[in-house]
């Protein structure tokens, strides 16, 4: 199973930092009786070694503390299997069906949030796959949402839904039925739907909503990346990336697939950015926006996937795009995601070109890196060919299964250890 070290820090020891803090042996320990639990047994861990220090990563000036990844760290890391458990379809038990779900986390007790943009209905299903009973639903009244982006869970396990076309976050008290609306400043969302270009998107448990800025809120071949919680008087731009401006029409800063993005990933408290570069680096920051780790990869290669499919030559959009300024070298990662427990997934195929679903749900089939809170290099997981990450807790995750006819199936599958 993947295990989560007991000390669940954030930051290394003095210490050891700056330092290769890494796995020095495969190591089986009892979980309950009857069942083995086969961990990544880390340099931190009591009578292992801790080896020399690592190259140094080609990243200058790195952020925060830092951990360096190499090679002989991920020597092991395949030797995992995911194992689906449960099946949910987009039909709830009435006959209801999602329409269009654009986030999915998971609470404390296993109870998994979806949003669904399309019905305004927020979705829940138990830790065992069985349809609760939906909040929200599409209107403008308190409790009801027009176009959910987002969900979360606070820490005392109330459920959080960002509101795009209203601006708001709601509080939903499951336990005692109550709701509570938030308002957020009208300068976060408010570009985002006027100019129909809806990106990247996220909601922390605090509260704090997170988007990517559309090109027309932007300086000319500048994305940004923005936050705010309700209360606050405007957004706050967290990070900055150029791009080169491109030509397909209604996208002004459209660039192939193999430009380098910067890629954010936000959590229960932290959030974490992979600046748009050619480089395997992570940089995580606290709730105060100090950063507090700084994980590199020494060998790049290493980290590579293959890039997206060749363009068929008979599709014209496709042409513009290929016709895009190319990088001189690709980006090796494309999404960020923190997950229940405060580990890294980090996903590292490359969205294919044209397709309407791999921006927002990341790559069927994908090869995911966990790491964790403090940036050990743990697992390299492979996903089944049709799964898409959504969230994970302990040794399970969850994912969407999108099918010829768009439908979305949700998912749970269990990490196992497997191979020799």
Not at 14 to 31: I, Q, S, T, V
Not at 70 to 76: L, N, P, Q, R
Not at 324 to 332: F, Q, V, W, Y
Request: net charge negative; glycine share 10%; charged share 25%.
């Amino acid at each position: 199973m993947l295990h989560l070290p007991a000390n669940g820090g954030v930051v290394a020891p003095p210490a050891h930092r700056g330092r290769l803090m890494n796995a020095c042996e495969w190591k089986a320990m009892p979980l309950h009786p009857g069942r083995t639990l086969v961990v990544l047994t880390l340099g931190l861990a009591a009578g292992c070694e801790t080896r020399s220090e690592s190259p140094v990563c080609e990243i200058p000036n790195p952020v925060g503390p830092t951990v360096h990844i190499t090679a002989d760290d991920v020597a092991d890391a395949d030797r995992w299997e995911v194992v689906e458990i449960w099946r949910a379809s987009g039909l709830d038990d009435d006959g209801a069906q999602m329409m269009l779900p654009t986030s999915a986390r998971v609470g404390s007790d296993g109870t998994l949030a979806i949003a669904d943009f399309e019905s305004g209905d927020v979705w829940l299903l138990d830790h065992r796959g069985r349809w609760l009973e939906a909040v929200a639903g599409r209107g403008q009244g308190p409790g009801e949402l027009l176009s959910p982006l987002a969900v979360a869970w606070t820490p005392g396990g109330e459920l959080l839904a960002l509101d795009g076309a209203q601006s708001r976050l709601e509080r939903f008290n499951l336990e005692a039925g109550t709701t509570e609306t938030m308002r957020l400043p009208p300068e976060l969302l408010g570009p985002v739907f006027s100019s129909g270009q809806a990106g990247w998107f996220a909601l922390r448990g605090d509260g704090a909503a997170f988007v990517e800025l559309p090109s027309s809120a932007s300086a000319a071949g500048r994305v940004e990346f923005a936050r705010a919680r309700p209360g606050d008087m405007g957004r706050t731009v967290i990070w900055t990336s150029e791009y080169p401006g491109g030509t397909v029409p209604s996208y002004d800063l459209a660039t192939r697939p193999q430009w380098p993005r910067a890629q954010l990933g936000v959590g229960t408290e932290r959030w974490a950015v992979a600046p748009a570069s050619d480089t395997y680096e992570i940089i995580v920051f606290g709730p105060g926006d100090a950063a507090e780790l700084h994980v590199c990869a020494t060998d790049r290669e290493r980290f590579r996937q293959d890039g997206p499919d060749p363009f068929p030559p008979e599709d014209d959009w496709l042409l513009e795009i290929e016709a895009l300024p190319h990088a001189d070298s690709e980006a090796i990662l494309s999404r960020v995601h923190l997950d229940h427990d405060g580990r890294i997934w980090i996903e590292r195929e490359l969205p294919r070109p044209g397709t309407a679903f791999d921006p927002i749900f990341g790559v069927a089939g994908a090869h995911l890196d966990v790491i964790s809170p403090t940036g050990e290099f743990l697992a390299r997981v492979k996903l089944p060919e049709t799964l898409r990450f959504q969230d994970a807790k302990g040794d399970t995750i969850w994912a969407f299964a999108i099918g010829a006819f768009n439908e979305v199936d949700v998912v749970a599958a269990e990490i196992r250890p497997g191979g020799p």
